[in-house]
């Protein structure tokens, strides 16, 4: 009887997920790239965010991919927001503000430090954004690097669309090694599912490392106000509460020029810790959407990675484990093919090979970014 509840159990959530992945993938492939032939009228002004902790081995990199942007200087304003770092990241900045009159450098140590904060992020973005000339906030990571037609791409969507918020494609630099071949596919298939649900209006999905927002709606929704207590969501949780106020007004921007490329982590414990990061404000959105979405996703994950064990007291059990297995994966693999080939790289040659590991993290990242705590950047958060 218990074998019989743990199959149909198992059948039951594979063909719900493998509706929801062909969903995504209806989404994706019904998406259209970005016209960039829109001619710009007037140039929009941008304050580019970049908050930075010990970020010395990236952040020149990262300004000069700005520095060269194919869009007037005079429009572009880039403030670095050094959140106590240990590093030369500040005195890197301070060797760029030499050279380069609009970068400005915010230093958190200067500055008064709140009672309590659980987000050190949000709360250095709140300084920059008060600091910001610009008509449009743009947000990045240090440890990234953009295409020199980046912020023209973005002025364009401002341009033809007139949104509140646009939400911007980011890849991870391809290494090949296993930690980086996971990492790039990982992030490929969130990446294609924040295109797929953003561009429906389904879900609010997006990465702080290619965000852009007007800055008035960010002072309409109250900024951070109600979600500052929460260590991570300056990106998602804020897209929630613009998309509450500013309805229809939130864009994907599907086109190769926006793009930005980031750094993966180098150990496994730090992709551990970076992933419970993400997964700890799964029960903390307002689109329930994204929760229940989330809740089978586990679900389905933790039902194969349980067969297997269960499987050691009924042999049987493995033909269908490697059966769901396999349906796991082509249907994945369905949807992975056109992300892909947005992104211009494929290694999708290796998806199959990972599954197991892939399977085994979604459960344990799942569980303790609910029940766990996480390190980030030297910072321990319960």
């Known amino acids: 009887m218990f074998i019989c509840i743990i199959l149909t159990v198992a059948i039951v959530l594979t063909l719900f997920y493998v509706w929801l992945i062909l969903l995504y993938r209806k989404w994706f492939v019904s998406l259209r790239l970005f016209d960039d032939t829109t001619v710009i009228g007037a140039h929009t002004s941008f304050s580019i965010i970049i908050p930075a902790r010990n970020e010395a081995n990236n952040i020149a990199a990262c300004l000069n991919s700005i520095i060269a942007q194919n869009y007037p200087q005079q429009y572009i304003e880039i403030i670095v927001i050094d959140d106590f770092s240990t590093d030369d990241t500040v005195a890197i900045v301070q060797q760029w503000q030499q050279q380069y009159a609009n970068i400005q450098l915010i230093e958190l140590s200067k500055e008064d430090t709140p009672p309590t904060t659980n987000s050190y992020k949000k709360w250095a973005i709140e300084k920059a954004i008060h600091n910001a000339n610009g008509k449009w906030i743009v947000t990045t990571d240090a440890d990234c690097i953009a295409g020199k037609n980046w912020i023209s791409s973005f002025a364009k969507c401002i341009e033809k669309e007139q ?28 990446q294609g599912i924040t295109a797929a649900s953003v561009s429906t209006g389904v879900h609010c999905m997006c990465n702080g490392a290619n965000l852009a927002y007007q800055k008035v709606a960010f002072i309409a929704v109250n900024g951070f106000a109600g979600i500052n207590h929460i260590a991570s969501g300056d990106d ?141 950047k030297g910072r321990r958060v319960v």
């Not at 090949?176 to 596919?185: E, R, S």
């Not at 297997?308 to 093919?337: D, H």
């Not at 344990?364 to 029940?371: A, C, R, S, T």
């Open 163 to 190: 949104p509140a918020l646009i939400v911007a494609p980011v890849r991870f630099i391809y290494y090949p090694t296993l930690l980086g071949i996971f990492q790039y596919l990982d992030f490929l298939s969130l």
């Open 236 to 376: 998602m949780l804020l897209m929630n509460k613009i998309k509450q106020q500013y309805q229809g007004k939130i864009i994907y921007l599907l086109h190769p020029n926006a793009i930005v490329l980031t750094q993966p982590v180098l150990t496994w414990k730090d992709l551990l810790h970076q992933r419970i990061r993400w997964a700890s404000k799964a029960d903390k959105y307002e689109d329930k959407s994204i929760f229940w979405v989330l809740l089978l996703v586990y679900l389905y994950n933790l039902i194969l990675f349980t067969l297997p064990f269960i499987a050691l007291f009924k042999w049987q059990l493995w033909l269908y484990w490697i059966l769901l297995l396999v349906i796991k994966t082509i249907v994945e693999l369905s949807f992975m093919k056109p992300v892909s080939r947005f992104f211009g790289e494929n290694h999708l040659q290796w998806f199959p090979l990972l599954q197991p590991i892939h399977i085994a993290y979604t459960v344990v990242v799942g569980w303790l970014g609910k029940f766990g705590h996480y390190q980030w």
